[in-house]
């Protein structure tokens, strides 16, 4: 686990997009940031508290968390100079570029040194077992999707926290970089090894009491043939006994695969159902979670009634209307 | 590329199992293989000529295999005498053992002061891409199982076997250690990362001849929890144009999970045939292959009958029959 609360890093970030993970975790765990540390440039904002090292330090902050994507794919000298400070201050530093932190000299001899850690969050730190199978104790939900990000994340976070107000054991259990730093910990699973996947998500999500939820954080889609087999991993590894429907109306084809379109909610239920009876014969698909970010409120409103009257399911957007009905149906089961 | 031919080591391989691997070699490409090497002790015996490293170099061996599973799962003192040896006269080695060539010192300077080259075949040697599901040319096969280890191995390799004597363009494409071994080339598919299974799979199977077939070895089964991930990215990264069902007809349970009932083979033929649309809607399933091992010949008759009967489709057992049958169906499509 990396250690709380943060200091997050928006080095020279052009914009807001780039600062995506910071806002990530300033959304859904704003306790776990003290402030940001933006650098000459910064055109990003999160609305908290700038602070230097020491003033982070002063506050209490134990991680340098690198909450922007960095331009051209290296560690510029600039950021260098932060980070290497921050090492020699006392904070452990967190990451998910894709270049390493491991790979940096500079970094590795200043850790060392100065007895700290740095954290790949891309980077599995763990020796994964293989999925045995066994029914585990406490309940799942899992949001699959019609294609690759249509929202998944955003859906298991927004259930948590939900649940989290109505005073539900709930725990959001990450299987990416982004919801890893936002949370703390969890299982980068898209590079762990194929024969580990299931293994990954069985460890990630262990036996619990019998009314907690794991939240468990959807990747890819069985529909996208390229990520199909970490999805599927997904849904035998966390035997859910929920799972939510997640889909983005406006898209015209596969992320990234223009010859391939993307499934019905039909489809999509009646593939995942009987794929994720095999682990948990008692699994319904609870609900639907729509994405309508690029519809207008009264689109939004007429698409997700629309969906909700021919699936027969309560169908939201989460981020317009929030999970209340997602997690009254949870509650149902 | 795994250099050819071979030289067969059994070690000191207790007995004939334990030599599974060069079994295979020796039954289906024995011109890859001049000869044993076998220690004292050794109970195995291929049935091919006993060689010394010296016999070995003169009929031509440029590989020393290592074709058996070692004790205790570390490489003996006597064994690495051997080995160290065969590096120095110019042999390169190749293992699928789970401890690594790589991690054995000796092993690693000898290879470096001779100019050798040590193949642990369990690990991933390329860089792999993620899928980008085009549609390829040629044509692909892929046998898929109710469970792990019911003979789909076999099954790909009797039917290009049955392919080659018929004239017909083919080539097996092996995903595990044994396969790759064999053949001298594929992908370890189960210790690739999560993210690029279907991009290693594509990269095996490339562009080619319209009336090429490759026979894509499977993995794992769509209803095996601990592997369904990467049998889902060989159908989706292999876009098979036929699947063939294969079948253990004795097995209780899940190999390795007590609480996991077998589907039947309609099951496996509903689930798996939608997948593989998704990746080439002009996929068929062609056949049957079921493993009778462990009945008689009038049960293991039986058996093939009444699952054609009932299925409607070729059922063969390939080890007894051949796969005509199989190869037939395919001339068909």
Same mark, same amino acid.
């Given at each position: 686990m990396i250690q709380t609360p943060y200091l997050l890093f928006l080095g020279d970030a052009p914009d807001q997009l780039a600062a995506k993970v910071a806002q990530g975790i300033k959304d859904w765990r704003p306790e776990n940031a003290v402030?940001?540390?933006r650098m000459e440039g910064c055109g990003a904002d999160l609305g908290i508290r700038d602070m230097s090292l020491e003033d982070a330090q002063a506050a209490g902050a134990k991680t340098l968390v690198i909450g922007v994507a960095n331009r051209g794919g290296y560690i510029s000298k600039a950021w260098k100079e932060v980070l290497v400070k921050a090492l020699q201050m006392g904070f452990d530093i967190a990451s998910g570029l894709h270049n390493l932190l491991r790979d940096e000299d500079e970094l590795v001899a200043a850790a060392r040194v100065n007895?700290?850690?740095?954290?790949?969050?891309?980077?599995?730190?763990?020796?994964y077992p293989i999925a045995n199978g066994v029914k585990r104790t406490g309940k799942r939900c899992l949001a699959i999707g019609t294609d690759c990000s249509v929202g998944k994340m955003y859906t298991g976070l927004a259930m948590d926290a939900e649940m989290q107000r109505r005073g539900m054991k709930s725990t959001f259990r990450p299987t990416g970089q982004t919801g890893i730093l936002i949370t703390g910990g969890g299982v980068p699973l898209d590079a762990v090894i194929a024969d580990f996947m299931a293994g990954a998500v069985e460890y990630l999500t262990p036996d619990n009491d019998p009314d907690h939820w794991d939240h468990l954080e959807g990747q890819g889609s069985l529909f996208h043939v390229s990520y199909s087999g970490v999805t599927m991993a997904l849904?035998?590894?966390?035997? $859910?006994?929920?799972l939510v429907l997640a889909h983005e109306p406006t898209r015209t084809h596969m992320r990234g695969l223009p010859d391939y379109a993307l499934p019905s909610?039909?489809?999509l239920r009646d593939t995942a159902? $009987?794929?994720?009876?095999?682990?948990? $014969?008692a699994c319904q698909v609870v609900g639907i979670s729509v994405n309508t970010q690029k519809l207008s409120d009264a689109e939004a409103a007429?698409?997700?009634?629309?969906i909700e009257d021919r699936m027969g399911l309560p169908t939201?957007?989460?981020?317009?209307?929030?999970?209340?009905r997602l997690v009254d149906a949870l509650q149902a089961i």
């Open positions: 402030g940001q540390l007895g700290r850690t740095l954290f790949d969050v891309r980077i599995p730190s763990v020796a849904i035998h590894g966390g035997q $859910p006994d929920a909610l039909e489809d159902l $009987p794929m994720a009876r095999i682990a948990n $014969p007429d698409c997700l009634a629309r939201v957007d989460t981020f317009r209307y929030g999970a209340g």
